[in-house]
Protein backbone atom coordinates (compact mmCIF):
# COMPACT_ATOMS: atom_id res chain seq x y z
CA UNK A 1 0.00 0.00 0.00
CA UNK A 2 3.00 2.72 0.43
CA UNK A 3 4.66 1.42 -2.03
CA UNK A 4 2.05 1.94 -4.53
CA UNK A 5 1.08 5.44 -2.43
CA UNK A 6 5.00 6.43 -3.19
CA UNK A 7 4.80 5.57 -6.58
CA UNK A 8 1.67 7.59 -7.29
CA UNK A 9 3.29 10.14 -5.72
CA UNK A 10 6.38 10.34 -7.85
CA UNK A 11 4.34 9.47 -10.92
CA UNK A 12 2.09 12.79 -10.50
CA UNK A 13 5.14 14.94 -9.74
CA UNK A 14 6.73 13.67 -13.49
CA UNK A 15 3.35 13.71 -15.39
CA UNK A 16 3.18 17.65 -14.21
CA UNK A 17 6.42 17.99 -15.13
CA UNK A 18 5.81 16.41 -18.35
CA UNK A 19 2.26 17.81 -19.21
CA UNK A 20 1.23 20.41 -17.25
CA UNK A 21 4.24 22.49 -16.61
CA UNK A 22 4.46 25.54 -19.60
CA UNK A 23 6.63 28.78 -20.06
CA UNK A 24 3.30 31.39 -19.61
CA UNK A 25 2.38 29.54 -16.34
CA UNK A 26 5.87 28.96 -14.30
CA UNK A 27 5.91 32.77 -13.27
CA UNK A 28 2.62 32.63 -12.17
CA UNK A 29 3.50 28.74 -10.09
CA UNK A 30 6.66 30.47 -8.81
CA UNK A 31 5.24 33.65 -7.07
CA UNK A 32 2.45 31.68 -5.52
CA UNK A 33 5.30 29.80 -3.50
CA UNK A 34 6.86 33.35 -2.81
CA UNK A 35 4.01 35.07 -1.59
CA UNK A 36 3.76 31.83 0.94
CA UNK A 37 7.26 32.28 1.95
CA UNK A 38 7.52 32.04 5.79
CA UNK A 39 4.60 32.24 6.32
CA UNK A 40 4.73 36.04 6.13
CA UNK A 41 1.70 37.50 4.70
CA UNK A 42 -0.52 35.30 6.50
CA UNK A 43 0.96 35.90 10.19
CA UNK A 44 0.57 39.95 8.45
CA UNK A 45 -3.06 39.31 7.54
CA UNK A 46 -4.36 37.67 11.08
CA UNK A 47 -2.27 40.91 12.84
CA UNK A 48 -3.90 43.36 10.56
CA UNK A 49 -7.31 41.81 11.18
CA UNK A 50 -6.55 42.02 14.60
CA UNK A 51 -6.25 45.91 14.98
CA UNK A 52 -9.94 46.87 14.18
CA UNK A 53 -12.53 45.71 16.28
CA UNK A 54 -14.75 44.90 13.78
CA UNK A 55 -12.45 42.03 12.10
CA UNK A 56 -10.56 41.20 15.96
CA UNK A 57 -12.16 38.07 16.96
CA UNK A 58 -11.47 36.67 12.97
CA UNK A 59 -7.94 38.11 13.37
CA UNK A 60 -7.35 36.12 16.63
CA UNK A 61 -8.98 32.48 15.29
CA UNK A 62 -7.08 32.91 11.87
CA UNK A 63 -4.06 33.35 14.49
CA UNK A 64 -4.25 30.98 16.32
CA UNK A 65 -5.43 28.54 13.48
CA UNK A 66 -2.05 29.50 12.05
CA UNK A 67 -0.18 29.00 15.23
CA UNK A 68 -1.28 25.63 16.03
CA UNK A 69 -0.99 24.26 12.48
CA UNK A 70 2.79 25.47 12.69
CA UNK A 71 3.14 23.66 15.99
CA UNK A 72 1.34 20.27 14.47
CA UNK A 73 3.01 20.52 11.03
CA UNK A 74 6.41 21.97 10.81
CA UNK A 75 7.81 21.28 14.62
CA UNK A 76 6.17 17.70 14.80
CA UNK A 77 5.36 16.11 11.94
CA UNK A 78 7.79 17.46 9.58
CA UNK A 79 10.54 16.52 12.34
CA UNK A 80 9.43 13.04 12.79
CA UNK A 81 8.64 12.19 9.05
CA UNK A 82 11.79 14.06 8.18
CA UNK A 83 10.46 13.13 4.42
CA UNK A 84 13.58 14.13 1.82
CA UNK A 85 12.06 16.92 -0.73
CA UNK A 86 11.19 14.73 -4.06
CA UNK A 87 13.94 16.75 -6.45
CA UNK A 88 16.58 14.85 -4.46
CA UNK A 89 15.05 11.33 -5.10
CA UNK A 90 12.58 11.21 -8.05
CA UNK A 91 14.88 9.77 -10.93
CA UNK A 92 14.18 12.62 -14.11
CA UNK A 93 12.30 15.67 -11.81
CA UNK A 94 13.55 18.79 -12.24
CA UNK A 95 12.50 21.79 -9.88
CA UNK A 96 12.17 25.11 -11.08
CA UNK A 97 12.32 27.51 -7.62
CA UNK A 98 15.02 27.12 -5.04
CA UNK A 99 16.24 24.32 -3.41
CA UNK A 100 14.43 24.15 0.36
CA UNK A 101 15.66 23.51 3.34
CA UNK A 102 13.62 21.81 5.63
CA UNK A 103 11.93 18.63 5.15
CA UNK A 104 9.05 18.03 2.45
CA UNK A 105 6.04 16.18 4.22
CA UNK A 106 3.62 18.10 5.45
CA UNK A 107 3.76 21.57 2.64
CA UNK A 108 4.17 24.36 5.12
CA UNK A 109 2.81 26.90 2.54
CA UNK A 110 0.05 24.87 1.86
CA UNK A 111 -0.65 24.19 5.63
CA UNK A 112 -0.46 28.40 6.25
CA UNK A 113 -3.46 29.12 3.40
CA UNK A 114 -5.58 26.04 4.89
CA UNK A 115 -5.38 27.05 8.40
CA UNK A 116 -5.89 30.74 7.89
CA UNK A 117 -8.43 30.36 5.51
CA UNK A 118 -10.42 27.75 7.90
CA UNK A 119 -10.06 30.58 10.32
CA UNK A 120 -11.55 32.96 8.64
CA UNK A 121 -14.35 30.65 7.25
CA UNK A 122 -15.59 29.76 10.41
CA UNK A 123 -15.38 32.96 12.50
CA UNK A 124 -16.45 35.28 10.00
CA UNK A 125 -20.41 35.70 9.46
CA UNK A 126 -19.11 36.54 5.46
CA UNK A 127 -17.85 33.46 3.76
CA UNK A 128 -16.89 34.78 0.94
CA UNK A 129 -12.94 35.97 1.81
CA UNK A 130 -12.63 32.71 3.73
CA UNK A 131 -14.04 30.53 0.84
CA UNK A 132 -12.18 32.40 -1.37
CA UNK A 133 -8.52 32.22 0.70
CA UNK A 134 -9.63 28.46 0.42
CA UNK A 135 -9.68 28.41 -3.45
CA UNK A 136 -6.20 30.25 -2.88
CA UNK A 137 -5.13 27.34 -0.88
CA UNK A 138 -5.52 25.09 -3.42
CA UNK A 139 -3.64 27.16 -6.09
CA UNK A 140 -0.71 27.24 -3.56
CA UNK A 141 -0.66 23.15 -3.25
CA UNK A 142 -0.74 22.91 -6.62
CA UNK A 143 1.80 25.00 -7.36
CA UNK A 144 3.97 23.43 -4.72
CA UNK A 145 3.99 20.49 -6.79
CA UNK A 146 3.97 22.44 -9.82
CA UNK A 147 7.23 23.51 -9.04
CA UNK A 148 8.34 20.34 -7.81
CA UNK A 149 9.03 20.64 -4.02
CA UNK A 150 6.31 19.04 -2.38
CA UNK A 151 4.98 15.37 -3.40
CA UNK A 152 1.25 15.71 -4.11
CA UNK A 153 0.64 13.74 -0.24
CA UNK A 154 2.21 16.37 1.39
CA UNK A 155 0.13 19.01 0.37
CA UNK A 156 -3.14 16.41 0.97
CA UNK A 157 -2.00 15.61 4.36
CA UNK A 158 -1.36 19.61 5.18
CA UNK A 159 -4.76 20.32 4.02
CA UNK A 160 -6.26 17.77 6.45
CA UNK A 161 -4.02 18.22 9.69
CA UNK A 162 -3.90 22.35 8.80
CA UNK A 163 -8.06 22.25 8.71
CA UNK A 164 -8.09 20.23 11.97
CA UNK A 165 -5.81 22.50 13.38
CA UNK A 166 -7.96 25.21 12.77
CA UNK A 167 -10.91 23.48 13.84
CA UNK A 168 -9.46 23.21 16.76
CA UNK A 169 -8.19 26.35 17.52
CA UNK A 170 -11.70 28.22 16.69
CA UNK A 171 -13.18 25.50 19.39
CA UNK A 172 -10.57 26.55 21.98
CA UNK A 173 -11.47 30.03 21.16
CA UNK A 174 -15.05 29.95 21.49
CA UNK A 175 -14.67 28.25 24.94
CA UNK A 176 -12.20 31.20 26.01
CA UNK A 177 -14.75 33.28 24.95
CA UNK A 178 -17.42 31.95 26.83
CA UNK A 179 -15.64 31.77 29.86
CA UNK A 180 -14.96 35.17 29.61
CA UNK A 181 -18.20 36.38 28.99
CA UNK A 182 -19.46 34.38 31.86
CA UNK A 183 -16.64 35.78 34.22
CA UNK A 184 -17.71 39.63 33.35
CA UNK A 185 -21.89 38.36 33.67
CA UNK A 186 -20.29 37.61 37.36
CA UNK A 187 -18.74 40.40 37.92
CA UNK A 188 -21.50 42.64 36.76
CA UNK A 189 -23.96 40.63 38.86
CA UNK A 190 -21.81 41.04 41.62
CA UNK A 191 -21.14 44.83 41.26
CA UNK A 192 -25.09 45.18 40.76
CA UNK A 193 -25.72 43.70 43.79
CA UNK A 194 -23.45 46.34 45.57
CA UNK A 195 -25.09 49.07 44.26
CA UNK A 196 -28.22 47.92 46.04
Known amino acids: ?30 ACGLLGRGGVIWILLCIILMIPKKTRR ?24 GRIRPYEVVEGLTRIVDAESDA ?3 SGHAACVFSVATGVLLSSKNKIPGILLILFGFLMGF ?10 TDVIVAIFVSTASAVLAYLIVCA ?21
Open 58 to 81: IGICAGAALALSFIVNNLIIKNVV
Open 1 to 30: MIDAIIQWDMDVLLYFQDHIRTAWLDPIMK
Open 104 to 106: SFP
Open 143 to 152: SRIYVGVHYP
Open 176 to 196: IEKKLRKRREEREDADAMMIL
